[in-house]
């Protein structure tokens, strides 16, 4: 989390392909849910290019990489409203376990934790405050020498002869080598955790994010909707600040050592279905980042 704004690269990934389905059991009127759900995706590095997209390297012949994940998780819930709650809590444990399909991958599992607290402000708002954490922890370690990695992502970092490209070629296998030693659990940036930072910016061994919200509701309605592939009822328009801090490190022990911070402001409509039309602006040191989405944030998969 050293990084400043300039400092990444981008990863051209092709023969994308990905798959899942989820199972959820609900008891007591949505009070507690269990979840099991599994994942599987493949792809293969294409490129390296630097932060101006210009290509420092094409990859020659990489494996294909795959994964599977599986999810078994629980859900309490004693808020006042399952879609749009205004006071309550919310408690989501789960355990995420991705088993190696390749001797040299690493296999390791994440546990996490996420709570969401709702205090109502008033007869139509509420002051909303959440904590994550994630964590992973590894059974064995995958591959961690560097010509191994290499040769596995098609990539000869050696051949490049500017030192500043191939310092971005060379960090593309660190970061490989450090997922293979330590895992990687949630990431930070995007749509949900920090949003003033693109998605994924941060990723790390263990993850550690505090945020808050005030959501104000301007209305409260009963408005039916037929806007083309859409149709609706609209309960509810709602204006939202909030502030969000953060933190990733392979090491726990240097987790919260550096926090990144963004802060905003969103607008949002509230159907009876239980879908939210979110839209949000977020800053932090890094820039501006718009979000236009369904669902509210912090909400697990």
């Known amino acids: 989390m050293k990084s400043e704004k300039d400092d990444f690269t981008l990863l051209d990934i092709g023969d994308i392909n ?5 199972l959820t059991s609900t008891f007591f009127n949505r009070r507690l849910e269990i979840y099991g759900s599994g994942y599987a995706s493949s792809s293969r590095l294409e490129r390296i290019r630097d932060n101006s997209g210009k290509t420092i390297l094409e990859a020659e012949n990489p494996e294909s990489g795959s994964s599977q994940t599986y999810v078994l998780g629980t859900r309490l819930d004693i808020t006042d409203d399952y ?35 709702y205090i109502p402000i008033g007869e139509r708002s509420t002051w909303v405050f959440n904590y994550f954490r994630s964590a992973a922890s590894v059974i064995r370690r995958g591959e961690t020498e560097r010509t191994m990695i290499e040769e596995e992502q098609g990539l000869d970092c050696g051949s490049i002869e500017d030192p500043k490209q191939k310092r971005f070629c060379q960090q593309v296998i660190d970061n490989t080598i450090a997922a293979n030693t330590y895992g990687t659990a949630s990431t930070l940036g995007g749509r949900s955790r920090l949003r003033s ?21 301007l209305t409260e309605e009963f408005t039916p909707f037929n806007i083309y592939i859409m149709k609706d009822i609209r309960t509810a328009l709602q204006v939202a600040l909030f502030y969000e ?22 607008f949002r409509m509230v159907t009876a279905s239980g879908i939210i039309f979110r839209a949000d602006v977020a800053t932090g040191n890094e820039g501006t980042e718009t979000t236009i989405i369904i669902g509210y944030p912090w909400e697990p998969l």
């Open 18 to 22: 990905f798959y899942g389905a989820r």
């Open 83 to 117: 879609s749009d709650p205004r006071k309550g809590l919310r408690l989501d444990i789960s355990g995420w376990w991705s088993p190696p399909r390749r001797v040299k991958a690493p296999d390791y599992y994440i546990m996490e934790y996420n709570a969401t607290g």
């Open 245 to 266: 801090i953060g933190s990733v490190a392979d090491e726990q022990s240097e987790l919260g050592n550096i926090m990144k911070s963004s802060y905003g402001a969103g």
């Open 197 to 217: 930072y693109p998605q994924d910016r941060y990723s790390g061994a263990h993850t550690l994010f505090y945020g808050t919200e005030l959501r104000w509701n």
